[in-house]
């Protein structure tokens, strides 16, 4: 039968405060300790076995004397297992703890931690608690004062030499140049210990003095306007538009037969009519969508989702699988109206006519481009590109009219207008692409990383690359009882040109940073296997995780905020980043933090705020808080901009935005370092005078 387990208790021990009517005390364990057992000494070391030692977890109005000190017959033996000479009690000991009463009321806990061994076994590390308060024999006043002085006075001196200590630090952090700022654990006490309020006041004042800007726009009108034009371009040599030119100039040639001016005037009058409805299609898109939800719209998922659909319709309608087309009640009817008015509404009404009828080629376009301009940033974008897509539409007409003759030489219409509907189709297909990319970045989907998207566009501008050289048809491009003809020569340099793009995305599987599609591709973090290693990547994607490791590094802060949707940031990050020097700079002197303001992923906990209209607004996802942080701090609503900042969230620098001018953005990071440095310099002087007798 086995002997039941018995709880060892060798060591018993007591413990009592003695005062004499002074000042001073002694709290006293005493201790029995078994034969065959003994407790260990004071101060044996880190190596030895648990040696005796007080800890005070509350010492209200006492301060200690001294250190603990052992009374008993102490015996020193050379210790085989320990390899050293250790000092222990058998039979009794007592340990004293001098006190000195500072206050007329005291209260006192503590405990005694010791360890006690036999010859075959040792306890584990043992404690024996004290607790007394109460009423002080006699007060040590003007020691106590003095006492409190001292510790002032040291810690003012432990305060500056920790400053300065820290400055030289920061300062030696600056200096290296071999090591990556890389993600560093920040546990929740260098959270809770990082200054808030400091890290979010505005500092819009100090950005505008240092770059005397605002705030950073959106595309420029000028390239709206541009893109447009191309987009009218393209639209004027489809099969819906062109041959209604030469048909349109010559009715109202005919129209005019006594009075050439006039017909003129009438085609000059139709041209502004187009101009004037793609105008008002521009202005009412403004009108719907406000200047804030311009920007909301390009990262909406709804939106982009319903954009790629959209885009992929049009593609296949392109591709002659079905055609779009507006019901033809609407355009007999304005025709019908057309004819029985005269004057300048007859006119007009002939236009939008034109606007009805080629709608199955003009609609993907004008969809294509609307997207685009609604979703650039800047207000007046759809408005000023129909504008643009107008002009070059409208163009044609006015200027056959003015010189007839031009007619004539004109290219006839043919299957190279199918061709380049097809072109298009492909285009727009690979556009989808893109919206839909948008949307899986900002809700975290995952379903269209960057190799996928990479794959997609292979495929596309592959297939493309084969249409133009001829070894691929579509239905629309065979015409029964006509032979099959080969593709032009300029469509072949196209297809070599397209195939060659394809071969050049191939790399970037593997992570190459392929700069070309740079701008339109899921960031290079997306990719899963990813053979590129000197990539630049923000270590940290939260503010205040960031700013506590730009703490506890010494190092300033580079704030970049960007968005899964934001072309402009794709485009900075390939073409300026990856440069050696810039991505030298961020990688080693800077904590580089990357803020998405499109991240629709759900916050914790729900923030309420107050704008700067003084109305008050629920900040819902991650990417309402950092827009809130960049509008809120920094003034500004636009990405991608860039602003350096010190650990405690001042302003180094003024602002960058989108540019890509590699010595511009280098001065732009030199500056805020030497801004940081003079700081640090200025500190540490501050420190050695106040140090200084």
Request: with cysteine; charged share 20%; aromatic share 12%.
């Amino acid at each position: 039968m086995m002997a039941a387990a018995q709880m060892a208790n060798p060591v018993t021990f007591t413990s009592q405060l003695k005062t004499n009517g002074t000042a001073e005390g002694e709290v006293v364990f005493s201790g029995k300790i078994a034969k065959g057992w003994h407790v260990y000494s004071t101060n044996l070391g880190d190596l030895g076995p648990t040696e005796a030692a007080i800890k005070f977890y509350k010492r209200d109005g006492v301060e200690p004397v001294g250190a603990l000190k052992a009374v008993g017959r102490e015996i020193s033996q050379y210790d085989e297992m320990f390899g050293a000479k250790l000092r222990y009690f058998e039979n009794s000991v007592q340990f004293v703890q001098k006190l000195k009463f500072t206050k007329p009321n005291y209260n006192i806990e503590a405990e005694l931690e010791y360890g006690a061994c036999d010859d075959q076994s040792c306890l584990p590390p043992t404690s024996v608690s004290f607790k007394k308060a109460g009423k002080s024999p006699a007060v040590d006043g003007e020691a106590d004062k003095n006492k409190e002085n001292e510790e002032e006075t040291k810690a003012d001196e432990e305060a500056l030499l920790k400053a300065k200590a820290d400055s030289a630090a920061a300062m030696a952090a600056l200096a290296t140049d071999s090591t990556t700022i890389t993600a560093v654990a920040v546990d929740s006490s260098a959270l809770a210990a990082l200054d808030h309020d400091a890290l979010w006041k505005p500092v819009v004042g100090d950005i505008q003095r240092i770059d005397g800007t605002a705030s950073n726009s959106g595309r420029s009108l000028w390239w709206i306007f541009l893109m447009g034009l191309l987009g009218g371009l393209l639209a004027l040599f489809t099969p819906c538009v062109w041959p209604i030119i030469p048909m349109t100039v010559s009715f109202f040639l005919k129209r005019a037969k006594n009075d050439k001016k006039k017909g003129i005037k009438d085609a000059v009058t139709y041209g502004i009519s187009i101009v004037v409805i793609y105008l008002a299609l521009g202005l009412i898109v403004t009108a719907i969508f406000g200047p804030s939800a311009l920007n909301a719209l390009s990262t909406n998922a709804v939106f982009n989702i319903f954009l790629c659909v959209l885009l992929v319709v049009f593609a296949l309608s392109f591709f002659g699988m079905f055609e779009i087309k507006l019901p033809s009640k609407w355009s007999n009817a304005v025709d019908n109206k057309a004819n029985t008015t005269s004057g300048l509404l007859s006119i007009f009404l002939m236009a939008f006519t034109l606007v009805l009828v080629s709608f199955s080629c003009t609609g993907p376009i004008i969809g294509f481009l609307l997207v685009d301009f609604a979703t650039s940033g800047n207000f007046w974008g759809p408005a000023i590109g129909m504008l643009g897509f107008a002009l070059a539409l409208a163009l044609p007409f006015t200027l056959f009219a003015l010189f007839p003759s031009w007619l004539k030489s004109a290219p006839k219409s043919g299957g190279w207008m199918n061709i380049l509907k097809v072109v298009l189709g492909f285009i727009e297909l690979a556009f989808a692409c893109k919206f839909f990319s948008v949307a899986d970045l900002a809700y975290g989907w995952r379903l269209m990383d960057r190799e996928v998207f990479l794959c997609l566009w292979i495929a596309i501008f592959g297939l493309l690359g084969l249409y133009l050289i001829g070894r691929l048809k579509f239905q629309s491009d065979i015409v029964e009882g006509e032979p099959v003809k080969p593709m032009p020569v300029i469509c072949i340099m196209g297809g070599l040109i397209s195939i060659a793009f394809a071969i050049y995305m191939i790399p970037g599987l593997w992570g190459a940073p392929c700069k070309a599609v740079s701008a339109f591709a899921p960031p290079m973090n997306t990719q899963d296997f990813n053979l590129n290693t000197k990539e630049v990547r923000a270590a940290y994607t939260d503010y205040e995780q960031g700013m506590a490791a730009a703490a506890a590094t010494g190092k300033p802060v580079f704030l970049d905020f960007t968005g899964f949707g934001c072309v402009n940031c794709r485009k900075m990050e390939a073409a300026v980043w990856t440069d050696p020097t810039v991505a030298d700079r961020l990688n080693k002197d800077y904590v580089l933090i990357s803020l998405f303001v499109d991240d629709k992923r759900p916050l914790p906990e729900p923030i309420e705020v107050i704008e700067e209209n003084g109305e008050k607004r629920t900040l819902r996802t991650i990417g309402d808080k950092w827009s809130y942080l960049q509008r809120y701090k920094f003034g500004s609503n636009t990405q991608p901009f860039y602003v350096c900042i010190d650990p405690q969230g001042n302003a180094l620098s003024g602002s960058f935005s989108y540019k890509e001018d590699i010595p511009a953005f280098l001065d732009f990071l030199d500056g805020g370092l030497d801004q940081y440095k003079e700081k640090i310099d200025s500190k540490m002087k501050e420190v050695e005078e106040a140090l200084t007798p």
